[in-house]
């Protein structure tokens, strides 16, 4: 179906930085969105709108990963080890890094028992040191899973392809918590989670769409889906029979289509970049998974002690400069990082 390579991925470079900015403004909502009932509702209300528009970042960061790596042949053997190299180092060292600002925060304390300390410190390892690793967990796991899922994709037929797609989105839809009574018993694990994302990735990157006014219709999708999650995730803060973050999970409809519209509009646009703006994208491009480790540290430290977070003003202006002024310090920073000596470039990301 895909032909040898992706000929132009100055769309995706453009995705994957607005992507990284979204997760970042996503992050900045949590703090207001957890203060349901406690901060005014029309508050509320905006960081329900703002995370609900940038809900798509996560899934779309795996679909770029599904349309550059699933197309290609690897020997399993390399392939893991430059990427799982790639990951886990920097991974490790943003870790550590979380775990010493734990302690500096005296959210953990460490004792004279050293074995304790080393259990504690593993212990965080194994499940997360900051709320947003668990992206890393998640992506490590892909990379098992992607020179055999992407051995399907390359000899598939559309038809094929069609299928894992369906089946995996009607498996997502019926175990929905409010359609899990007409979950049947049957199991279909086979087809949940993010792997889906991968192979819509690959299958929109690659399809040539002969639909008038695709893009139009994807803008309109993706208004819809905004109005869906924002306008779902009020109703059931107020109606405790299901989840509050329901319409949040990143491997559910509403965020399916989201993400699968803001991919097709990105792939279907062709902006004009001025090359300084194309210099800087592309700098920045070259350190995001860094910037995605560390910038949950620069969000802790803009807050306290420098006060800056939705608190600064009205929540639909402070919120995007909050995340602004985040990704402008975070990328230095970063860059930093890279230029220490003989380990910089293996843990900067």
């Known amino acids: 179906m895909p032909p040898t390579k992706t000929e132009n991925i100055d769309w995706i470079n453009n995705l994957r930085l607005v992507a990284l900015y979204a997760v970042i403004i996503l992050h900045c909502t949590s703090l207001l969105l957890?203060?349901?009932?406690?901060?005014?509702?029309?508050?509320?209300?905006?960081?329900?709108?703002?995370?609900?528009?940038?809900?798509?970042?996560?899934?779309?960061?795996?679909?770029?990963?599904?349309?550059?790596?699933?197309?290609?042949?690897?020997?399993?053997?390399?392939?893991?080890?430059?990427?799982?190299?790639?990951?886990?180092?920097p991974f490790l060292f943003w870790s550590l890094i979380y775990i010493g600002y734990s302690l500096y925060n005296e959210e953990i304390v460490f004792t004279g028992d050293v074995w304790a300390?080393?259990?504690?410190?593993?212990?965080?390892?194994?499940?997360?040191?900051?709320?947003?690793?668990?992206?890393?967990?998640?992506?490590?796991?892909?990379?098992?899973?992607?020179?055999?899922?992407?051995?399907?994709?390359?000899?598939?037929?559309?038809?094929?392809?069609?299928?894992?797609?369906?089946?995996?989105?009607?498996?997502?839809?019926?175990?929905?918590?409010?359609?899990l009574r007409f979950n049947p018993s049957v199991d279909m694990h086979y087809f949940a989670g993010f792997v889906g994302y991968l192979v819509l990735g690959h299958y929109l990157a690659f399809k040539d769409f002969n639909i008038k006014h695709l893009r139009l219709w994807m803008i309109?999708?993706?208004?819809?889906?905004?109005?869906?999650?924002?306008?779902?995730?009020?109703?059931v803060m107020a109606d405790h029979r299901?989840?509050?973050?329901?319409?949040?999970?990143?491997?559910?409809?509403?965020?399916?289509?989201?993400?699968?519209?803001?991919?097709?509009?990105?792939?279907?646009?062709?902006?004009?970049?001025?090359?300084?703006?194309?210099?800087?994208?592309?700098?920045?491009?070259?350190?995001?998974?860094?910037?995605y480790l560390a910038h949950a540290l620069v969000l802790y430290f803009l807050e306290d002690p420098f006060g800056i977070s939705y608190k600064v003003c009205t929540p639909i202006i402070a919120i995007p400069l909050t995340a602004l002024i985040c990704f402008i310090v975070t990328l230095p920073l970063v860059w930093l990082v890279s230029k220490l000596p003989f380990v910089g470039k293996w843990i900067s990301g």
């Open 34 to 89: 957890m203060q349901y009932g406690k901060v005014s509702m029309s508050n509320w209300l905006v960081a329900d709108f703002l995370n609900a528009t940038v809900r798509f970042a996560v899934p779309v960061f795996v679909m770029i990963t599904g349309a550059l790596l699933l197309h290609r042949e690897y020997e399993i053997g390399s392939f893991l080890k430059k990427r799982l190299v790639r990951v886990v180092v």
């Open 220 to 235: 309109l999708l993706f208004l819809f889906s905004i109005a869906l999650i924002t306008v779902g995730s009020r109703w």
């Open 117 to 179: 300390n080393i259990k504690i410190v593993l212990h965080l390892l194994k499940t997360g040191s900051s709320y947003h690793l668990w992206y890393v967990y998640m992506l490590i796991g892909l990379y098992f899973f992607i020179p055999i899922i992407g051995k399907f994709v390359r000899h598939a037929s559309e038809k094929e392809i069609l299928y894992f797609l369906t089946v995996w989105f009607a498996v997502m839809l019926i175990t929905q918590p409010y359609l």
């Open 242 to 291: 299901w989840p509050s973050t329901m319409f949040f999970e990143p491997v559910s409809p509403a965020i399916v289509l989201l993400a699968a519209s803001v991919f097709l509009v990105f792939k279907l646009s062709a902006p004009k970049l001025s090359p300084v703006i194309i210099r800087i994208r592309d700098f920045a491009g070259g350190f995001n998974y860094g910037i």
